[in-house]
């Protein structure tokens, strides 16, 4: 007589949620870390025009399109102009640490993907600004920009000889395009809305906001996608978990079908 054979218990590819006061204290000390190493790249002001006159002559040497293209864009209304300045001050942190939340609380595995992208590129991004610091275009007179976070308001930056609370020669990479472009990712690979594709606005939108607004340059948003690029090869996107209703009814990952198969094949 044959022995019933129970399938094995259905096993799911998600993980646990992370603790929430860790997760909180380690995102708040990644953050701080980063704000501190900033600070370690001030006071390199010759330093920061002379790199910036020279990504200024690439850009052109290898025939990028100018970035006050764009700014003649914005400039043609003040509401426009406003708008992007608001759009460069407010959405860049919120709209990530949304994306954090979101995934924490309704994605654990791709939050921890997430995460531990973000942190990467950070560290990454910080490495170069310690490396490279840079002026942004709106300092560079050769580059005819206007700052127009100074002139229309409203403005994220004091006066730079006196400003102590950010370093504004951190042009390069630009973190608020490579958050930007991880958040629409992120929320493309975890969610499975057709509408989901309209998330690249989101980078889309702030790659124009930097360049017409003169705080960043074409290559600060490259050199940051390639930054994400890199990560993004390295720290693998998880596998989607199956739909609770499939466990409910016992049904089983292919892996495990093939497990049960073989069991039965010894019968």
Do not use: C
């Not at 007589?1 to 990644?30: C, F, K, Y």
Request: charge should be positive; aromatic fraction near 8%; avoid cysteine.
């Amino acid at each position: 007589m044959n022995a019933r054979t129970e399938p094995a218990p259905a096993r799911s590819d998600a993980i646990a949620r992370p603790p929430l006061v860790r997760e909180l204290l380690l995102v708040a000390g990644l953050f701080l870390v980063y704000k501190f190493g900033r600070q370690l790249a001030t006071g390199h002001t010759g330093e920061a025009f002379h790199h910036a006159r020279r990504v200024w002559d690439f850009e052109r040497a290898v025939h990028l399109p100018g970035e006050g293209a764009v700014q003649s864009l914005l400039l043609h209304g003040d509401g426009l102009v406003h708008v992007a300045n608001t759009y460069y001050a407010a959405v860049h942190f919120p709209a990530t640490v949304a994306l954090l939340v979101w995934l924490y609380l309704r994605r654990p595995a791709h939050y921890v993907w997430a995460r531990r992208v973000l942190a990467a590129v950070t560290a990454a991004a910080l490495a170069l600004h310690l490396l490279f610091p840079l002026a942004p275009p709106r300092m560079l007179a050769a580059t005819g920009l206007v700052d127009t976070a100074r002139v229309y308001g409203p403005s994220v930056y004091g006066d730079p000889a006196t400003d102590s609370l950010s370093n504004q020669f951190a042009a390069m990479p630009s973190l608020h395009f490579g958050w930007a472009l991880m958040v629409a990712i992120g929320l493309i690979v975890a969610t499975r809305s057709r509408w989901r594709w309209l998330w690249p606005a989101h980078p889309l939108l702030t790659l124009l906001v930097i360049v017409g607004t003169a705080n960043h340059y074409w290559l600060d948003a490259i050199v940051a996608a390639a930054l994400l690029g890199l990560a993004l090869a390295v720290i693998h996107v998880p596998h989607r978990t199956m739909p609770t209703a499939g466990r409910a009814r016992g049904s089983l990952v292919p892996a495990q079908r093939d497990e049960q198969a073989l069991v039965g094949a010894g019968r």
